[in-house]
């Protein structure tokens, strides 16, 4: 068994897929434009209403383009290329006599992915680490490495269909119609105390609670003392010592993703979205093996479908009323769409030759995207926003967050390209394959001396 062992290593050189690197790359600084709002901003003062950031032009333009075209796709790509990395991963496990080291190897290092995922957590204090719900759902594709790709692609649209359905309280068709009903029982309620009609104790209530969620959209009345309070807290703990902002992430990340069951949902829409993924990569999509004209049919369609979903969203968003959006019930197929777009585009870009040359630099970023997810977490909240470092938390508009994460995703880029002149992986991508393989990687690039005079003509 050690024999076998030692045959295998982390895929390297000639082996790698660029088109894959490219994209993992420009996924790893893309998240970048989704997060920094809740790194640098008091979250609970816009939360019920983005507008209580900044509702410049340039805001409402930044805000929709990122809306329409990049949220949750950045995600998308990640989940996507995972999948096709378990069957990267686990090539040699695919034959009926498949080695049981392969198993070992690829459990170790997913559980050593969920490790980083609650050091980013609770040691740096990023709430929105996706680390640790990527690893544990790892853990539950395995099993599927050789599950036929019409049948991932099937496992791949649960999730969409389940969101489009929706649940009693939640989104989806159900939801929608919840939704639509309520506002038909307060506009009767509504008419009825105008008429002078005695209500209800219940619909007294009724009619209140619907009075502060319009409140809540009511840019010219303050916050809800609830809202008020939460505001508050933040701000004291951004304010403070580096002990408190860390717990009040802990408390932030237990009601979000532990007692709010948010966990458990970004598993429930990543373990398809991955399942898609392996089934693009068996259909040799992801990794660039289809032609030129079959990626620009597909970027053209699914740009088509969902970036036209979700802007139709975005139209009825910017109508403010309290009717529910189309977001509602196709919210989870626009993101997908969206994200299939990016995979037809970057791959008909890296088919040609200025395509390849814009793209080239992304390469680096993604063969270090793990070290560059968690610097950059360490960049924004311990320096970028902290008080102790540039003080910026709470002064950035949409706009200014924008320019803001693109001045430090094109620092990491250039980091990263310099960085792999000299070594041949991140620093944390080498500590996490040298601990999954239980050996010492190479981690410094070997120099290539200039041949003498002789050697060039011998």
Same mark, same amino acid.
């Given at each position: 068994? +050690?024999?076998?062992?030692?045959?295998?290593?982390?895929?390297?050189?000639r082996?790698?897929?660029?088109?894959?690197?490219?994209?993992?790359? *420009?996924?790893?600084?893309?998240?970048?434009?989704?997060? *920094?709002p809740?790194?640098? !901003?008091?979250v @609970?003062?816009?939360?019920?209403?983005?507008?209580?950031?900044?509702? @410049?032009a340039a805001?409402? =333009? !930044?805000?929709?383009?990122?809306?329409?075209f990049?949220?949750?796709?950045?995600r998308?790509?990640?989940?996507?290329?995972f999948?096709?990395?378990?069957? &990267?991963?686990?090539?040699?496990?695919m034959k009926?006599?498949?080695?049981? #080291?392969?198993a070992?190897?690829?459990?170790?290092?997913?559980?050593?992915?969920?490790l980083?995922?609650l =050091?980013?957590?609770? &040691?740096?204090?990023?709430? /929105?680490?996706i680390?640790? +719900?990527?690893?544990?759902?790892?853990?539950?594709l395995?099993?599927?490495?050789?599950?036929p790709?019409?049948?991932?692609?099937?496992?791949?649209?649960?999730?969409?269909?389940?969101? #489009?359905?929706?649940?009693?309280?939640g /989104? /989806?068709?159900? /939801?929608?119609?919840?939704?639509?009903?309520?506002?038909?029982?307060?506009?009767?309620?509504q008419?009825?105390?105008?008429?002078?009609?005695?209500?209800?104790?219940?619909?007294?209530?009724?009619?209140?609670?619907?009075?502060?969620?319009?409140?809540?959209?009511?840019?010219?009345?303050?916050?809800?003392?609830?809202?008020q309070v939460?505001?508050?807290?933040?701000r004291?703990?951004?304010?403070?010592?580096?002990?408190?902002?860390?717990?009040?992430?802990?408390?932030?990340?237990?009601?979000?993703?532990?007692?709010?069951?948010?966990?458990?949902?970004?598993m429930l829409?990543?373990?398809?979205?991955?399942?898609?993924?392996?089934?693009?990569?068996?259909?040799?999509?992801?990794?660039?093996?289809?032609?030129?004209?079959?990626?620009?049919?597909?970027?053209?369609?699914?740009?088509g479908?969902?970036?036209?979903?979700?802007?139709?969203d975005?139209?009825?968003?910017?109508?403010?009323?309290?009717?529910?959006t189309?977001?509602?019930?196709?919210?989870?197929f626009?993101?997908?769409?969206?994200?299939?777009?990016?995979?037809?585009?970057?791959?008909l870009?890296?088919?040609?030759?200025?395509?390849? !040359?814009?793209?080239?630099?992304?390469?680096?970023?993604g063969?270090?995207a793990? @070290?560059?997810? *968690?610097? !950059?977490?360490?960049v924004t909240?311990?320096?970028?926003?902290a008080?102790?470092g540039l003080?910026?938390w709470g002064?950035f508009g949409?706009? %200014?967050?924008?320019i803001?994460? =693109?001045?430090?995703?094109?620092?990491?880029? &250039?980091? #990263?390209n310099?960085?792999l002149?000299?070594?041949?992986s991140?620093?944390? %991508?080498?500590?996490w394959?040298?601990?999954?393989?239980?050996?010492?990687?190479?981690f410094?690039?070997?120099?290539?001396?200039?041949?003498?005079?002789?050697? +060039?003509?011998a």
């Amino acid at each position: 068994m +050690a024999g076998e062992v030692a045959e295998f290593g982390p895929v390297r050189g000639r082996a790698r897929i660029d088109v894959i690197d490219v994209m993992r790359g *420009i996924a790893i600084l893309g998240i970048l434009y989704m997060n *920094i709002p809740f790194m640098g !901003t008091n979250v @609970s003062s816009w939360m019920h209403d983005f507008r209580r950031l900044s509702w @410049s032009a340039a805001d409402q =333009t !930044t805000w929709a383009t990122i809306q329409i075209f990049w949220e949750g796709t950045q995600r998308g790509l990640f989940e996507l290329l995972f999948g096709a990395g378990v069957l &990267v991963f686990t090539a040699k496990a695919m034959k009926p006599d498949d080695p049981v #080291a392969v198993a070992d190897l690829y459990y170790r290092r997913n559980l050593l992915l969920v490790l980083f995922g609650l =050091t980013d957590i609770f &040691v740096i204090g990023w709430v /929105g680490d996706i680390l640790l +719900a990527y690893g544990l759902c790892a853990l539950l594709l395995f099993p599927f490495r050789k599950t036929p790709p019409k049948v991932l692609l099937a496992m791949g649209m649960a999730f969409a269909a389940l969101m #489009a359905v929706g649940w009693p309280g939640g /989104g /989806g068709v159900i /939801g929608y119609q919840e939704r639509v009903e309520r506002i038909h029982k307060v506009e009767a309620l509504q008419k009825k105390r105008a008429e002078g009609v005695k209500l209800s104790g219940e619909d007294k209530k009724t009619l209140d609670k619907w009075q502060e969620k319009v409140d809540a959209h009511d840019l010219s009345k303050p916050p809800s003392k609830e809202a008020q309070v939460a505001i508050d807290a933040e701000r004291k703990a951004r304010a403070g010592w580096p002990h408190q902002y860390v717990m009040f992430a802990w408390f932030i990340w237990n009601k979000v993703f532990g007692d709010g069951n948010g966990l458990f949902f970004t598993m429930l829409e990543a373990v398809p979205a991955m399942c898609l993924g392996m089934a693009l990569f068996k259909w040799g999509v992801i990794q660039g093996g289809r032609s030129m004209g079959f990626y620009a049919g597909l970027a053209i369609v699914a740009y088509g479908v969902g970036c036209g979903l979700r802007a139709w969203d975005v139209a009825e968003i910017y109508k403010f009323t309290p009717w529910p959006t189309p977001g509602t019930i196709a919210g989870e197929f626009a993101r997908l769409a969206v994200t299939v777009g990016h995979v037809g585009l970057f791959n008909l870009l890296m088919k040609t030759q200025a395509g390849r !040359t814009v793209l080239s630099p992304f390469k680096a970023a993604g063969r270090m995207a793990f @070290s560059i997810y *968690i610097l !950059t977490s360490i960049v924004t909240l311990w320096f970028v926003f902290a008080p102790w470092g540039l003080g910026l938390w709470g002064k950035f508009g949409w706009t %200014e967050l924008a320019i803001a994460a =693109t001045v430090i995703d094109v620092v990491m880029l &250039v980091l #990263a390209n310099v960085w792999l002149r000299f070594f041949l992986s991140g620093p944390l %991508e080498w500590i996490w394959r040298s601990l999954t393989y239980w050996k010492r990687q190479p981690f410094l690039r070997p120099q290539v001396s200039e041949p003498s005079a002789t050697a +060039a003509f011998a």
